[in-house]
């Protein structure tokens, strides 16, 4: 059918699907066990390898502490404790990817203690599932999808989210 023959709606069906097809988005893989993480690579401050933190009194175990980044005080948090994963000691691999995330005119930055990190993964936005009730060791409101890269599944974190966690257990207690 050439286009001509197309009515406008079929053309604008068309084209969004098109438009659509082609959006994809980067994702920092990391690894947390047995499991694949990913985050929005826009996200990603940068990667930092593990090194001790000064440690902040009364905080919930999976906050280890602060770090001075630059002259700005960063929370450090392990993301295996905060998933209630097994702890396990901290190896040369073990990295801390540095996250920021805004609301409004608020930049927040935090570090996430991983074991190691993976690879950059390109994902084509219409491949993003969303997360099931059920099957993960994370809460799904910290879950944006799950996407299956070269026969592997990696979920994808939302940042925004994962990044005000002691605002809402503040709010809990």
């Known amino acids: 059918m050439s286009q001509e023959n197309k009515t406008p709606a079929a053309l604008d ?7 659509e097809a082609t959006i994809t988005i980067q994702y920092l893989s ?5 499991e694949e993480y990913g985050v929005d690579i826009l996200r990603v401050q940068e990667i ?17 502490g602060v770090v001075n980044l630059r002259g700005a005080i960063v929370p450090i948090i392990d993301l295996r404790e905060r998933f209630s994963l097994s702890k396990v000691e901290y190896t040369p691999l073990t990295v801390v990817v ?7 005119n608020h930049t927040r930055i935090m570090g996430v203690v991983v074991d190691s990190v993976s690879d ?12 099931p009730d059920f099957g993960t060791k994370v809460s799904n409101e910290f879950i944006n999808g799950l996407v299956s890269v070269n026969e592997r599944m990696v979920m994808l974190l939302d940042v925004d989210k994962l990044l005000t966690l002691e605002s809402i257990d503040l709010n809990e207690s």
Do not use: H
């Open 13 to 19: 069906a068309a084209a969004q699907n098109n438009t």
């Open 30 to 34: 990391f690894v947390l066990g047995k």
């Open 48 to 64: 930092r390898s593990w090194e001790p933190v000064s440690r902040v009194p009364n905080v919930p175990p999976y906050e280890k």
């Open 98 to 104: 540095v996250l920021q995330t805004g609301s409004g």
């Open 120 to 131: 950059v993964i390109s994902v084509d936005k219409l491949e993003i599932q969303g997360a």
